[in-house]
């Protein structure tokens, strides 16, 4: 039997799932104010005006951002 309250409460809870995994549930993660990108290992300085391809972005390249 169809009932939207049970699919509204199921979406939400998938959607705080994907969400705080995002963007982070624990306290302690607000309190970082800037953060560092690596790609692979190196920092990495990303520049608004050029493309991935540019910045040297590739398919399978892997970007990490750490507390700075």
Same mark, same amino acid.
């Given at each position: 039997m169809y009932c939207p %309250?049970?699919?509204f409460i199921l979406? #939400?809870?998938?959607?705080i799932l994907i969400f705080g995994?995002?963007?982070g549930l624990d306290p302690e993660f607000k309190?970082?104010?800037s953060w560092k990108w690596?790609? #692979?290992e190196n920092e990495f300085n990303p520049? %608004? =005006?050029k493309t991935l %391809? =540019?910045?040297?972005l590739r398919?399978?390249?892997i970007v990490k951002f750490k507390p700075a």
């Open positions: %309250a049970r699919n979406s #939400f809870s998938i959607l995994q995002l963007y309190n970082v104010k690596y790609h #692979f520049d %608004a =005006e %391809a =540019e910045l040297g398919h399978k390249s």
